[in-house]
C-alpha cells in the first residue's frame, strides 16, 4: 500500500495544491484502507480534526480524488453511498445479493478475463474494472424458487 508522502507527491504530480484538508483526508483514507465509508462519518472526522474546515471543500476534494482514482464511490444497498481507498488495489469489484444484502468481494481471475474482452472486443486497455453485480446468492435464489413453487 502507498505511504501518505507517496499519494502527497503523486496529487503534486497532478497539480494539486496540498492543502491541510487534503493531507487529513489522505490520511484518514489510508487509516481506512480496508473499509467502506459514508459520507458522514468522513465529514465528522473533518469537521473533529479541522473544525474550520467546509463541507464544500470536503465535497470538492472527495469528487478531485475520485477523479484521480484515489478512492471509488460506491451505491450500496442498506448502506447508501459510500467511499474507499482503491489507489494501489487491483479488483474493486463486488456481487451484491438483493435479497439479504450479503455483499462479496469479486474473484481478480473473473475480472482479468473482462478486462481482456473489453481489449478484444472493443480496443479498450487498462481498464479501471470497478463493478458491482447485483443478483442473488444461493440461499435467497433457493427461498425465492421454493416461494414460487408455493
Known amino acids: 500500500m502507498k505511504k501518505h508522502k507517496d ?6 504530480s497532478k497539480g494539486l495544491r496540498i492543502t491541510p484538508s487534503k493531507e487529513i483526508l489522505i ?24 473544525p474550520d474546515i467546509e463541507r464544500t471543500t470536503i465535497y470538492r476534494n472527495i469528487e478531485k480524488f475520485i477523479s484521480l482514482g484515489l478512492i471509488q464511490e460506491l451505491d450500496l444497498p442498506k448502506k447508501g453511498k459510500v467511499y474507499q481507498y482503491v489507489f494501489d488495489k487491483k479488483v ?6 438483493k435479497s439479504c444484502g450479503k455483499m462479496n468481494k469479486g474473484n481478480e481471475e473473473l475480472f482479468k478475463k473482462i478486462e481482456k474482452a473489453l481489449k478484444d472486443i472493443h ?5 479501471n474494472l470497478s463493478v458491482l453485480f447485483f ?4 440461499k435467497c435464489d433457493v427461498d425465492l424458487q421454493h416461494e414460487a413453487e408455493l
Open 135 to 138: 443478483g442473488f446468492c444461493a
Open 92 to 97: 474493486q469489484h463486488y456481487y451484491i445479493c
Open 7 to 12: 499519494l502527497v507527491a503523486y496529487l503534486r
Open 123 to 127: 480496443d479498450f486497455s487498462k481498464a
Open 27 to 50: 490520511q484518514f483514507f489510508l487509516d481506512n484502507h480496508t473499509r467502506h465509508i459514508p459520507l458522514k462519518e468522513i465529514h465528522e472526522h473533518l469537521i473533529s480534526t479541522a
